[in-house]
């Protein structure tokens, strides 16, 4: 009789990193961080530490090619790695990049992936220095590898967070995720139809948080400049719900954060009405956003205020305390992590036509 074994499912993306890594020890006294934070911290030199952090996208799970133009799918797979590094007070000096390419792609296709690549390099001022490539049975699969670097002493990792620190987050939220519902939505009215013309007009912004990301190096400048350093940040890839709760249980803390400071930008909002779907719920759990969320001490409250772009929406608790979101009536909801989870959620289908070609996109940042 076969053996019944445990559904990948049923514990997730982190739950199983955590059960494939928990008896895992450092050997070497140059690995200062492994697995459990953005990046892997590394030391081989006094003085300079090393940032490590890899991300793998996979056609039909993370990307949808029917909408996804090449050079916008090579550029935010980088920026989504740069991200890491910056969420961890770093600056990143190298990518490398593999590929993993079936027989639908062409030379053409890949120069084209490979043009968003290299923008991104060039905006960030970072060095593509090596990769992989080879064949694939099931579309395109692309893994970033990008490497950082910060002085000692100066890495911010999720475990810092203290009791009455102050909760941030930068820019706004929801938004990459109302515009990957667009996409979705017109997708779908599109089906059968030769010269459909998708309803875009008046929603360029969620397109381009979705589409067309940036990692948030101005916010990290920018606290710099004023003097502080987080005692704890992350990126919000998986939604603030999910960040929250990656900070707090590192840290040992509770959190408390205030649903009328989420900060939430007008196009979500009238994206969220269109589309029938609970407004909050899409901005603390949709995640994509690529912002970045903090924490500081209380002390910093009006040095923080200085700095633009960048919103205190709540405080960090005794951990007794637990994690909720105090409502705009006073009450308070239990925040669970209900983010993205590619081993949970149900991966859209692999598209079968054949790539788009990213012709009309700008040659710089916005």
């Known amino acids: 009789m ?54 793998l996208l996979v056609e039909g799970v993370h990307f949808d090619l029917t909408y996804v133009p090449l050079k916008h799918l090579g550029y935010k ?29 062409t030379v053409e296709h890949i120069e084209e992936l490979y043009a968003g690549i290299r923008l991104a390099c060039e905006v960030y ?11 694939s049975r099931s579309g395109l699969l692309i893994s970033v590898t990008a490497v950082g ?70 916010v990290v400048e920018a606290l710099a400049k004023a003097g502080i350093k987080p005692t704890s940040m992350m990126d919000v890839s998986d939604g603030l719900s999910s960040e929250l709760l990656h900070i707090c249980k590192e840290s040992n803390v509770g959190c408390r954060v205030y649903e009328d400071r989420i900060p939430i930008d007008y196009q979500t909002a009238v994206m969220a009405e269109e589309l029938n779907m609970n407004l909050v719920t899409a901005a603390m759990n949709g995640g994509e956003d690529y912002e970045l969320l903090f924490t500081i001490p209380l002390h910093a409250h009006e040095e923080i205020k200085k700095v633009p772009g960048v919103k205190v929406i709540g405080h960090i608790t ?28 149900d991966a859209p289908a692999s598209p079968s ?8 996109s700008s040659d710089k940042a916005e």
């Open 149 to 218: 670097e910060a002085p000692k002493g100066g890495v911010i990792y999720r475990s810092g967070a203290k009791d009455t620190d102050l909760i941030c987050v930068s820019g706004d939220l929801g938004a990459a995720y109302m515009g990957l519902q667009l996409l979705e939505r017109e997708k779908v009215a599109s089906a059968g139809q030769r010269d459909f013309q998708p309803e875009f007009q008046g929603k360029e912004y969620l397109l381009e948080r979705q589409l067309k990301p940036e990692a948030r190096r101005d």
């Open 2 to 55: 076969e053996e019944q074994g445990t559904e990948i499912s049923t514990l997730g993306e982190f739950g199983l990193i955590d059960r494939l890594t928990k008896d895992v020890a450092l050997k070497n006294p140059s690995t200062l961080k492994g697995v459990g934070d953005d990046c892997a911290v590394l030391e081989f030199q006094p003085g300079q530490e090393v940032l490590v952090t890899t991300d």
């Open 125 to 135: 001022g970072v060095d593509l220095v090596g990769g992989d490539t080879t064949s």
């Open 77 to 105: 797979a980088v920026v989504v790695n740069l991200s890491d590094i910056y969420a961890m007070g770093g600056t990143p000096r190298q990518i490398t990049v593999s590929l993993a390419i079936s027989r639908r792609f």
């Open 353 to 360: 036509v054949a790539p788009t070609s990213d012709t009309d």
């Open 318 to 345: 005794a951990p007794s305390l637990g994690c909720a979101m105090v409502t705009r009536d006073g009450g308070e909801i239990p925040i669970r992590a209900q983010g993205w989870n590619a081993l949970v959620s």
